[in-house]
T-cell receptor, first 110, second 115 residues
Framework: DQQVKQNSPSLSVQEGRISILNCDYT??????FLWYKKYPAEGPTFLIS?????DKNEDGRFTVFLNKSAKHLSLHIVPSQPGDSAVYFC?????????FGTGTSLTVIP | DTGVSQNPRHKITKRGQNVTFRCDPI?????LYWYRQTLGQGPEFLTY????????KSRLLSDRFSAERPKGSFSTLEIQRTEQGDSAMYLC?????????????FGQGTRLTVV
């Protein structure tokens, strides 16, 4: 069973606009979430994280929002740049393992 | 330190053969993970080590799979009697501390193709 879901397999955005990537989870016990970014032929690289005691975490152009009651988180990238084109994975951290979503492929159009 | 290193990067093998992959984590990292990723899916947890102790194994890790981390440094993942369904990207990751919120650093992966 997929405990972390990313229902949009792909997203295209114009350069300079906002990219919003969504993620839902089913296990209310999850307390920590991360976003990873993956380029082709490379391993995932850490982007940003959020603890369940917060509802927002910001790092430069990247902001993650967490809505615990809805079991939903989102990653906002603004302004989007062509170098942001990659696959983005949402993950829940249990302390022993990460549960990853299926990923959203973001394309930023110049 | 150049990060997590995995070898080989690609492996093509015939069904029924045994294969072994190696992962060298970031040197001071105590925690080491193995994940598998198939096309269109996110990485799926296989197992993790805290130093040399293997603490958790996924049900995905059938008895044909074995992982070791002698001396708590590098790790190997062996697949015996490979099947076509084993074709996937095998990812290794390491982190400095156990517990919530510790970022894991991933290697570039070993892509296995079973023909």
């Amino acid at each position: 069973d997929q405990q972390v879901k990313q229902n949009s397999p792909s997203l295209s955005v114009q350069e300079g606009r906002i990219s919003i990537l969504n993620c839902d989870y089913t296990n209310s016990m999850f307390d920590y979430f991360l976003w990873y970014k993956k380029y082709p032929a490379e391993g995932p690289t850490f982007l940003i994280s959020i603890s369940s005691i917060k509802d927002k975490n910001e790092d430069g152009r990247f902001t993650v929002f967490l809505n615990k009651s809805a079991k939903h988180l989102s990653l906002h990238i603004v302004p989007s740049q062509p170098g942001d084109s990659a696959v983005y994975f949402c993950a829940a951290d249990t302390g022993n393992q990460f549960y990853f979503g299926t990923g959203t492929s973001l394309t930023v159009i110049p | 330190d150049t990060g997590v290193s995995q070898n080989p990067r690609h492996k093509i093998t015939k069904r029924g053969q045994n294969v072994t992959f190696r992962c060298d984590p970031i040197s001071e990292h105590n925690r080491l993970y193995w994940y598998r990723q198939t096309l269109g899916q996110g990485p799926e947890f296989l197992t993790y080590f805290q130093n040399e102790a293997q603490l958790e194994k996924s049900r995905l890790l059938s008895d044909r799979f074995s992982a070791e981390r002698p001396k708590g440094s590098f790790s190997t993942l062996e697949i015996q009697r490979t099947e076509q369904g084993d074709s996937a990207m095998y990812l290794c990751a390491s982190s400095s501390d156990p517990g919530l919120g510790t970022e894991a650093f991933f290697g570039q992966g070993t892509r296995l193709t079973v023909v």
